[in-house]
């Protein structure tokens, strides 16, 4: 065999597992096999000048390469079961904390010293969200900011290309079982080792499927998260966010009964686009060098849909709404809120005579004209309750983003080792449907590299 462990997909996932199997035995040979570059290559065009809109690269600098999605991300490792995917159900929840808690140890010792670690532990924001029907999600918060996030990464190269060999710009096409392991193939080379780790993430979700339909790995739709990312002066949720860094809270709508949740909040940070497969959704994210904060805070508002029998295509049903979008706004649609429970579309001029200044350039629209009635609902319904603990969140001038879509991976049928039925097949992170989050797909690398140590 080339290698005794091959990894697809330099994310966190692949990153924690070659950390782990390396320092545990620093003998094995391992190869991680990357389609997008290295992280000082990692480049988007978009400049807001010369090119303004995604050109659809060959390789998304924003959602491929060393770090994988995460790399340009905030960089919050959050520690619970309550949210960021369902590592607990297959580990056990006590070793999902504990595997949390030894990847922010490393994040520290790699260059994320002196961040913040904030805590909804003894919080009076809890009782004061019960109060107004809201309910606030426990979690512990490392905040590495974009900034320390990728020293962290960079550092992390550093020790661990000493260690592995790294295949970057290498899409992985083909895994085929041969005896006493697998054949990788990439492109025109092809590469065999005993064991595998398929850690491709959210933008390897379609290679996934074929992956599992060629191999015969069982596989279930999972949800869709769809919904707008909010922006108003930092100032009104400053009561949360200084406490709390990131607040998950959840509401059931008194009309239809579904659950809004907020979701990556960002303190003083900016909105960013995201591309999924040549869509364009929004994101956002936030710096830990005051130097680079804004007056704005943003997050999300995601409403989650799962379809069974007899429509499974919960990922389709989502990108169709961003295409809309898309249409529409050659985008990201912007609208104030006022106009929006006014039933207008927001112009350029009513956005610049509002008080709150867009940190992302995008086109002015009618997110009523791209969003389901329901969903809709249920995010003015939200933002109505939020004003209750953040009074001034239903200000006309709040801006929101459309759409927001967070695309899960489907379900891969996995034992509780993570493996799939293929012996020494592991599939980890986001790429498994098992985990939406940076500390949740890096403790499933660590966790799938301790069990292959056992092993050996
Ligand atoms: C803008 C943004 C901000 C985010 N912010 C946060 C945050 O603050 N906190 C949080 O917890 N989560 C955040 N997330 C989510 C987080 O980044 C992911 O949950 C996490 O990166 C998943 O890690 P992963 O290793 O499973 O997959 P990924 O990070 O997606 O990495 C997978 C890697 O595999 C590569 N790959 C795919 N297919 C192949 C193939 N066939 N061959 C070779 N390589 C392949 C990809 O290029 C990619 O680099 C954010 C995501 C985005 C996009």
Redesign the pocket.
Known sequence: MDYDIII???????IFAAYELSKGDPSLRIAV????NELDKRKCPIDGDKVKACINCEHCS????FG???A???????ITNDF?GTLHEYIGKREAIGLMEYVDEINLSHGGEGTKLYSTASTSIKKLCMQNKLKLLDAQVRHLGTDKNLVVLGNLFKELSEKVDFLFC???SEIEPIEGGYRVEAGATSHTCERCIV??????SK?MEGLCRKLDIPTESNRVDIGVRVELPATLFAHLTDELYESKIVYRTQKSGDNVRTF?MNPRGIV?N?NTNGIITV?G?SFEDPQRQTENTNFALLVSKHFTEPFKDSNGYGESIARLSNMLGGGVLLQRFGDLIRGRRSTHERIREGFVTPTLTAEPGDLSLVLPKRILDAIIEMIYALDKIAPGTANDDTLLYGVEVKFYNMHVKLASNLETRHPGLYVI???SGV?????H?SASGVFVARDILGKL
């Open positions: 697809i997909g330099a994310g966190p996932g692949g096999f990357e389609s997008g924003i959602m491929s390469g994988g999605a995460g340009f991300s905030d960089g919050k490792y959050n960021g290498t899409p992985v850690s491709v993430g959210r933008s390897g290679w990556c960013v995201e994101n994210h992170g986001d790429g985990t939406h989050s940076l500390s797909a």
